[in-house]
């Protein structure tokens, strides 16, 4: 079974930092995709970073929105993917949720919540 459990949210206030991390397991973690989605109240949950597979080169990928103020990065020795946060904005509070595919299904984590406020 596979299983994912980020953790690392918070409060900050604006212009800080936070890194969350993801831990997985029951699965091969180095041959996964992985994302970070997050879903602030009211609205879609919508894809903030992602970073492919190690065989293809562990690539990142952003959204506009967090490009340049977020990096994605990934430990395979310790099953875990990290989002680095800086420059944190209000409207980046939402939770944030970690995802995988493993067997052609997605595998989600529990969220862990951002809050930026001052």
């Known amino acids: 079974q596979v299983q994912l459990v980020e953790s690392g949210g918070g409060l900050v206030q604006p212009g800080g930092s936070l890194r969350l991390s993801c831990v997985g397991s029951?699965?091969?973690?180095?041959?996964?995709?992985l994302d970070w989605y997050r879903q602030a109240p009211g609205k879609q949950r919508e894809l903030v970073a992602t970073?492919?597979?190690?065989?293809?080169?562990?690539?990142?990928n952003y959204a506009d929105s967090v490009k340049g103020r977020f990096t994605i990065s990934r430990d395979n020795a310790k099953n875990t993917a990290y989002l680095q946060m800086n420059s944190l904005k209000p409207e980046d509070t939402a939770v944030y949720y970690c995802?995988?595919?493993?067997?052609?299904?997605?595998?989600w984590g529990q969220g862990t919540q951002v809050t930026v406020s001052s």
């Open positions: 029951g699965t091969i973690f180095s041959l996964s995709r």
């Open positions: 995802r995988t595919i493993s067997d052609s299904r997605p595998y």
């Open positions: 970073i492919s597979s190690s065989p293809t080169g562990g690539i990142p």
